[in-house]
DNA sequence: TGGCTGTACTG
DNA sequence: CAGTACA
DNA sequence: GCCA
């Protein structure tokens, strides 16, 4: 493309293209909408994998029939077989004597529950769409108008154009929460213009000025003088980064936020001290929220309720400095702080399990003593052996994260390893077996133990962010989220390319069976126990023999429909539908097509609608508009069955839910299609009225570990977000949560709840975690 | 050893 | 209240 | 399951 024409920067230049190279040629500039539909793709792909194993299945028919696991898995070696999985045999009858999965679950600790093979597809690759613009919430869509709002500051016109920009899927987001200002800072220069594009692609804000600012990006061939009257005028420069413009560069090309103090990257640009910075301090509860910094969010959370720690990572991670320390002027110090920044990254790696965090030198990296490695820890972890061995290890590796938290050069050294490593693309991870086998474990937890599920998916995640493969419990066990007994699972799979506990749980028929059951409406790990203990191994039996709640019996006689993934065009569809019957009712209603579509996935599990409107203060407002329009529907033979609706429920002024079942009518069916054939499909409707649907829309757009995590965050700063609002003052009563309410903070904006929450801004296509 | 989100509906 | 579901 |  034009890269030509920048013949006369040619240093710039090069690295340029060594960028795009780098990311399959995407031009900084023409071509670069273009690009980016390229990119969303692949990030959805790759995406889609983390997010939530619960999809059933890569396809349709997998759905279906939950088919055979396509992992080739050697067959366990009987003689090995008694290991704890074992015990399982009398899970059932165990089970269903106890009441949660939780409880089951930390009473056998090494008691591993059944696996069912078929749910744990590997891969389930749920397609996602991003072409599909997004729903356009009209209510909504006032506040949030551009795609990407990670310049905070006002616009000029030469910003009009970074309203255009899209950001780059979340894990590609190295300068989350950085704010770059450049000298000069235009984008008159085309190279310069690409490198800013680039950075906010992945993040950064280009700010206007230089307060606002955490790293000052030089041209190349400036030199301290050049610029010393720039930062002078601002006396707030403190503890800024100031780097020459290859460092961002290279942090593109690496995908890491390196470290800026190198040599190369603050050559002539160094001066000296630079001044501690004070930054304005605000809660981000209070009004003025929006962009507080780091340092803020230390100090406040310090006042919160009890138990107010930082996550760990925020803490112990980066935060030497968390007390009442002037942020001082370590470059890296601020820098770790401003990685910290988004801390809603934060809680989603806490909560998921993406862990902001650098890959480690792996320290003896013999990959050549593999072998020698691996038996020896075999022996090792095959018996569990040692306490001493174990407790030994934990020691090292808290010494470990301790060193990478705190020393500046672990710091260095980390990212200095990463270089090493500019390998194509992550995409083909080289744990890739280890998270397959691993994914599969998940599946098999599902619905049984989420602690547990939550502690493999937070593993996974890690490595899937790391560039070499993961061979030894040793190396595993310094990972974030990766404790003792997931390092020896990891080195077993990296040992022999198997994990006896899963193929010992996948070759039990209860697993099975279970994992069907529990792909039943209304069913959970529960009845399935029950069930399962009584002997009943088919749907037929269900439903032929067994005691069915109504829902279970819906779930039943409906079950492979309502098994199958919703096309987008469907959902869509199905919304239209809706909205025709509403328009005859109240025409000032509205509705948002939520969940997975409003992400911008390309099926669904199910649809799940927003139903608004103006001027309404409760969902009671709502009520005779969804009754009416409830019956309107079921006497057109769309609604087909009712799960939960809210029949006598009218206490606290909620009541405001409703779950069912739809059947898209043939006319409405597209004649592009194929074959109509009714398909029954699970509709949620939620009533919200307009001063909760901030709340609701980030309820209802999940996903549910992006809710989690964001939910987690406001209870950290005291405060609690729920479909309804972000509360504040909320008085958390310890045992008996008696909590009052607490005083509602906002509800009406999607955003501003963001911003109150100190988080920024997300795109419901950046929600995927 | 306890926490890991916060709520709504069913029976 | 426990169980299940929703994101 | 992991972590504090």
């Known amino acids: 493309m034009e890269e030509r024409k920048l013949a006369e920067k040619i240093a710039y230049f090069k690295r340029l293209s060594a960028i795009q190279a780098e990311e399959n040629g995407d031009d900084a500039y023409d071509a670069e909408e273009q690009a980016h539909r390229e990119r969303c793709k692949t990030f959805h792909n790759a995406t889609s994998t983390s997010s939530r194993a619960k999809s059933p299945a890569p396809s349709v028919t997998g759905l279906r029939k939950p088919g055979t696991v396509s992992q080739p898995l050697p067959c366990p070696d009987s003689s090995q077989g008694s290991d704890d999985l074992e015990i399982i045999k009398v899970t059932p009858r165990n089970r269903s004597s106890r009441p949660g999965a939780a409880g089951i679950a930390d009473k056998t600790p090494n008691v591993e529950e059944e696996i069912i093979p078929e749910s744990a597809h590997p891969d389930p690759k749920p397609a996602h769409s991003f072409l599909h613009p997004l729903l356009r919430p009209r209510m909504t869509r006032q506040t949030s108008g551009l795609t990407s709002d990670n310049s905070p500051s006002t616009s000029t016109a030469k910003r009009k154009k970074q309203a255009r920009l899209k950001l780059l899927p979340e894990n590609q987001q190295i300068f989350r929460g950085l704010r770059f200002y450049y000298i000069p800072n235009d984008d008159a220069n085309r190279v310069r213009a690409a490198q800013?594009?680039?950075?906010?692609?992945?993040?950064?804000?280009?700010?206007?000025?230089?307060?606002?600012a955490t790293h000052v990006i030089v041209d190349e061939g400036l030199t301290y003088q050049d610029i010393k009257s720039d930062l002078m005028s601002d006396s707030s420069s403190p503890g800024k980064v100031i780097v020459n413009a290859n460092y961002p560069i290279d942090c593109v090309i690496h995908r890491i936020l390196l470290n800026p103090n190198q040599e190369k990257y603050v050559r002539n640009l160094r001066v000296a001290e630079t001044p501690p910075s004070p930054n304005p301090s605000s809660l981000p509860a209070s009004a003025q929220a929006s962009s507080n910094s780091l340092e803020i969010k230390r100090k406040q959370r310090k006042r919160s309720r009890k138990d107010q720690e930082l996550p760990p990572e925020t803490q112990s991670d980066y935060g030497e400095p968390l007390q009442n320390n002037t942020p001082s002027i370590a470059p890296v110090t601020t820098i770790a702080a401003a990685l910290v920044e988004d801390e809603l990254s934060q809680y989603i790696g806490l909560v998921q399990g993406n862990s902001l965090y650098l890959e480690m030198p792996l320290e003896e990296e013999e990959d050549s003593a593999q072998s020698e490695a691996t038996k020896d820890d075999e022996a090792e972890s095959g018996s569990e052996s040692s306490k001493d061995e174990s407790s030994r290890k934990k020691k090292r590796r808290t010494r470990e994260k301790i060193q990478l938290s705190q020393e500046d050069t672990t710091w260095q050294d980390s990212f200095?390893?990463?270089?090493?490593?500019?390998?194509?693309?992550?995409?083909?991870?080289?744990?890739?077996?280890?998270?397959?086998?691993?994914?599969?474990?998940?599946?098999?937890?599902?619905?049984?133990?989420?602690?547990?599920?939550?502690?493999?998916?937070r593993a996974i995640t890690a490595l899937r962010q790391q560039t070499r493969k993961i061979t030894t419990a040793k190396e595993a066990m310094k990972l974030p989220g990766i404790g003792k007994s997931l390092a020896a699972k990891i080195e077993e799979i990296a040992a022999d390319g198997r994990l006896r506990k899963l193929e010992h749980a996948q070759q039990r028929p209860e697993n099975k069976i279970l994992n069907l059951f529990l792909k039943v409406y209304g069913v959970g790990i529960g009845q399935a126990n029950k069930w399962v203990s009584?002997?009943?191994?088919?749907?037929?039996?269900?439903?032929?023999?067994?005691?069915?709640?109504?829902?279970?019996?819906?779930?039943?006689?409906?079950?492979?429909?309502?098994?199958?993934?919703i096309p987008r065009w469907e959902v869509e569809a199905l919304a239209a539908v809706v909205r025709e019957a509403a328009g005859d009712i109240d025409a000032s209603v509205?509705?948002?097509?939520?969940?997975?579509?409003?992400?911008?996935?390309?099926?669904?599990g199910d649809i799940d609608l927003i139903i608004t409107k103006k001027r309404t203060r409760s969902s009671q407002n709502l009520l005779p508009f969804l009754e009416k329009l409830i019956k309107r529907l079921t006497d057109d033979g769309f609604l087909t069955a009712a799960l939960a609706s809210f029949s006598g429920n009218t206490k606290k002024g909620h009541g405001s839910k409703w779950h069912g079942c739809c059947v898209l009518p043939e006319t409405a069916f597209p004649k592009d299609k194929g074959k109509y054939r009714p398909i029954w499909r699970r509709i949620d409707l939620l009533l919200v009225p307009e001063t909760e649907l901030g709340a609701a829309l980030i309820y209802f757009t999940g996903n549910d570990i992006f809710n989690r995590s964001i939910r987690l965050l406001a209870s950290k700063k005291g405060l609690r977000l729920n479909q309804r609002g972000l509360f504040k003052d909320v008085l958390r009563g310890k045992r008996g949560v008696t909590y009052t309410e607490g005083d509602p903070l906002e509800g009406r904006d999607e955003k501003r709840i963001f911003e109150l929450l100190g988080v920024k801004w997300r795109e419901p296509h950046e929600r995927w975690c």
């Open 590 to 604: 509205e509705f948002i097509i939520g969940g997975s579509y409003r992400r911008g996935s390309d099926s669904s």
């Open 196 to 212: 800013i594009t680039k950075a906010r692609e992945r993040g950064a804000s280009w700010v206007r000025t230089l307060k606002e």
């Open 416 to 457: 200095a390893c990463m270089k090493g490593g500019t390998r194509g693309a992550a995409v083909d991870n080289p744990n890739a077996a280890t998270i397959e086998l691993l994914q599969l474990m998940v599946g098999m937890y599902e619905h049984r133990d989420d602690w547990r599920c939550k502690s493999y998916r």
């Open 534 to 565: 009584q002997g009943y191994r088919t749907l037929e039996d269900l439903r032929e023999k067994a005691k069915l709640s109504t829902n279970q019996r819906i779930g039943i006689e409906h079950f492979d429909d309502l098994n199958e993934r």
